[in-house]
């Protein structure tokens, strides 16, 4: 397989144009007075738009990592954590339902030519995406589970996230499916455990998709799923949960 390199979209920019959306324009002396206030406390870090938040008074300010600061006026205190907003019997995480909107925008931004796609024979009805290793236990189990998703019309597609980094055998292993004439055959074979001759291909988007987990989606393990509207999910669903999240 030939693979052309093409730049990550990372969520910060993606959260950047959500904000600038969803908020009134700031004015420009106030956001200036707030990232100064802010950069003399902690001059290494990187602050990015300033914008309104839903609380009178209070600016929100994005800053590495895609971490959120809310801010006061003065710039002069701030509060890091996630806002919710109250409603009736519910508590709504406003900060996630941000970044789950970004990543649904990133995840939609890459290359399907670069992912391994299982695919449903009939109607497509959603589609999942998956960080995988090939040597974790719940990778295997959510792989033997890709025929029934497939049964209920939900397409998984694949990127690779080999847990002990790119200097592993792992990378070696997962990489070797990616570089395969049949992607599919072969990396259902070595989550099987099959006795597969490892080969890496130059210019194969392993890494890449790697530093996409890292940067963009925070993965912290194998497998993470991330639904079509950009929720994650850090683990194994059995097919039941994952179609009723998925409104099938």
């Avoid at 979209?9 to 908020?23: E, I, K, P, S, T």
């Avoid at 789950?100 to 925008?105: D, F, N």
């Avoid at 070595?190 to 790697?210: G, S, T």
């Amino acid at each position: 397989m030939k693979y052309v390199k093409k730049p990550l979209v990372l969520v910060g920019a993606v959260l950047a144009l959500l904000g600038g959306a969803a908020h009134a324009e700031v004015d420009a002396e106030t956001a200036k007075a707030i990232k100064a206030r802010l950069k003399e406390g902690n001059p290494k870090a990187t602050y990015g738009e300033v914008r309104e938040s839903p609380m009178k008074g209070v600016y929100e300010v994005e800053m590495d990592g895609g971490n959120t600061l809310f801010v006061s006026e003065d710039g002069k205190h701030f509060i890091f954590g996630d806002l919710y907003q109250v409603e009736a019997g519910n508590l709504v995480n406003v900060s996630e339902q941000r970044r789950a909107g970004g990543r649904a925008q990133v995840m939609a931004a890459q290359n399907l030519d670069d992912m391994i796609i299982f695919s449903p024979k009939g109607k497509k009805k959603a589609h999942i995406y998956v960080f995988t290793d090939v040597d974790c236990g719940y990778c295997r189990k959510l792989h033997d589970d890709v025929p029934e998703l497939n049964k209920r019309g939900i397409e998984v597609r694949y990127l690779a996230f080999p847990r002990a980094g790119l200097n592993s055998l792992g990378y070696r292993k997962v990489a070797t499916a990616w570089c395969a004439d049949d992607p599919n055959k072969t990396l259902t074979a070595l989550k099987n455990r099959e006795n597969v001759p490892l080969k890496v291909c130059k210019d194969n988007p392993v890494a890449a998709q790697y530093k996409l987990g890292n940067d963009a989606i925070d993965v912290r393990g194998t497998p993470t799923i991330v639904m079509e509207d950009g929720t994650v999910v850090p683990g194994y669903l059995p097919p039941d949960t994952l179609a009723k999240a998925l409104g099938i």
